[in-house]
Structures are given as C-alpha cells and as structure tokens.
C-alpha cells in the first residue's frame, strides 16, 4: 500500500515533467500552509489533504527560497575553443559546468537609481579568477539553481508513505544575463556590503576594493528571464516554467499592482519552516 503511493507519485513526478504546466489545473492556494503543518507531524501524513498549490502561491514559494538561499549552482559552458596555453584540458571546449556560488537577495537595499526595484535579480559577488566568471566572460550563458534540500532533517516527510525525500522538496533554475553593478557610492556599497555579509561574513575578506584581497571581485546581479520550478512530486506540487511578470512583481509584504492577490513571500512557508518564524 506504503509503496503503491510512492509508486504513484514518482509517476506523477514523471508524467509532469513530460506535459506541459499550463495544463495542470488551479488547485487549493493554502495547500503549502497544510503541507508544512503536516510536515511538522508525519504520522499525520494524509494524501486526502495534499492538493496542490496553485501556480501564484508556488512563485512565492519560489520568491521565498531566493530570498532564504545563501548559494545556488551557477551553470556556464566552456568556450568552443580552449587554446593549447590554457591549464584547462582543451577537450571540455563546450561542456557545461555547474559551481556552487555565494548569492544574496539584496537587490532591494540598492539605491533606487541602480536598484530594480526588488525584483528577485539575485546579487552575486563575482570573483574575476573564476571558473563561471570567466566562462560568462568568454560569453557563456547562465543558469542558476537553488535548492531547499539542505532542509531534508526539518522537513520530515513530505509525501504520504515515502520516507523524507529531497526529490519532494522545491527547487528552482533562473535563467537569465549577468550585469556587472557600476560603480557605487561610499553609502551604496556599505548598504550592499551589509545585505551580503548577513548570509556570507566570510565573504569580507574578498569583497570589492578590500585591501590585500586574495581575489579581484566585483558586484554583479543575475536579471532573470526565465524560471523553471520543481516544487516537488507533480501530483502534490506545480513543475514547470513561472511567469517571470509575477516572479518580478512579488515582493515580501504584498507585490505589485495586477500581480497577485495581496500576498507576498512572507506569507508562504517552505517544508519544514517553522510557523511564525520570520524571514530574515
Ligand atoms: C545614482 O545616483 C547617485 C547619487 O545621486 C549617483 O552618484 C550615481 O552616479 C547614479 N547612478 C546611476 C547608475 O545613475
Ligand atoms: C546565449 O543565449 C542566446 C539566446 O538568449 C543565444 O543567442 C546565444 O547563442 C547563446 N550563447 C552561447 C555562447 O551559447
Ligand atoms: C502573467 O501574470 C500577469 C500578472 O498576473 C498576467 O497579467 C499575465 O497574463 C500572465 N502571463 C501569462 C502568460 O499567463
């Protein structure tokens, strides 16, 4: 029986992989409220209370797993061409590599003339030596992966009969260009500092213009195109492409006029989150 379910689910894991997402229904907006409740008790697990959230409450999902991850997979291909001089064996010409990176949601602390308007761009500090840098400096594209797996002990079981599973748990790809910040002022880089130290004081030690830095950095953000979701199995959770105008009109208290239904990512909890706990 246990197994019948788990069975059920990785095919519907599959099978929504395979369509398409606009043609999987709206469903019950509270369900990820209902899941982390039932997450925080797992002889409680039910398939009956399990539906589906819909596809604007996933987004703030997938808003609030930005703004909790301090680093995600940065995708990037090698150039066509790697010359003989290069330390890098010449036969990964064009394969793609994916390195985990610091990321921070900071671009809402940027002046307002920089700023876009917290939007969900990601803020990256870029370190010039390397590998993915350099590869978006040969004009490689980007993709960035964040994931909630990490928090596979908190969120317990997640799916009825299936011991915990980070295959159930959210995760999500940005596609999108890397645009290099210009240079800010005295004020701006210490508000940006200050965002970014928050989730990476390690990071002081290489931040752009520091004295004796081992590395050369620099302040570049991610702006988005195009996010794909994975919310987990697909019986339970939406996969497929966001609408990027949603994406970029959340906010954590509300969202932007026409996007939305009044809620922000504050209002949404991951697996495993505790209730009430704030974001950040
Ligand atoms: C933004 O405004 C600041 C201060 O008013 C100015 O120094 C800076 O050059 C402006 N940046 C851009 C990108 O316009
Ligand atoms: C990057 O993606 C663009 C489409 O957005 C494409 O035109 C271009 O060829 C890609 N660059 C590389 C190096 O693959
Ligand atoms: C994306 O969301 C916006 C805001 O809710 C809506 O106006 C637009 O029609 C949506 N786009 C698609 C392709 O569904």
Request: proline fraction near 8%.
């Amino acid at each position: 029986m246990i197994f019948k379910t788990w069975t059920t689910g990785l095919l519907a894991l599959c099978s929504s992989t395979l369509t398409s997402a606009s043609a999987i229904p709206y469903v019950d907006d509270q369900a990820v409220l209902k899941y982390a409740d039932h997450a925080a008790s797992p002889h409680d697990v039910d398939a009956d209370t399990f539906t589906r959230p819909s596809w604007f409450t996933s987004t703030l999902m997938a808003r609030r797993l930005l703004a909790l991850s301090p680093s995600g997979v940065i995708s990037t291909t090698f150039p066509s061409h790697i010359p003989a001089s290069s330390r890098t064996p010449a036969e990964v010409a064009g394969f793609p590599i994916g390195l985990r990176e610091y990321i921070a949601d900071c671009d809402g602390i940027l002046p307002e003339n920089l700023s876009h308007g917290d939007n969900g761009d990601p803020t990256i500090l870029a370190l010039r030596v390397a590998t993915t840098f350099r590869n978006i400096g040969t004009g490689s594209n980007l993709s960035l992966e964040i994931d909630w797996w990490d928090h596979l002990s908190d969120a317990g079981a997640v799916y009825p009969g299936l011991p915990p599973s980070p295959a159930a748990l959210p995760r999500i790809t940005l596609f999108g260009y890397l645009d290099t910040l210009p240079e800010l002022s005295v004020a701006a880089a210490a508000s940006l500092e200050k965002c970014f130290l928050q989730s990476h004081p390690d990071a002081k030690y290489w931040l752009p213009a520091t004295p004796g830095s081992p590395h050369a950095s620099y302040w570049a953000r991610l702006v988005v195109t195009h996010v794909y979701w994975i919310g987990g199995f697909g019986d339970v959770q939406q996969i497929g492409w966001m609408n990027v105008t949603e994406w970029k009109g959340i906010r954590q208290h509300g969202s932007l006029p026409g996007v939305g239904d009044g809620r922000g990512w504050e209002d949404v909890r991951l697996p495993g989150e505790k209730k009430g706990h704030g974001a950040l």
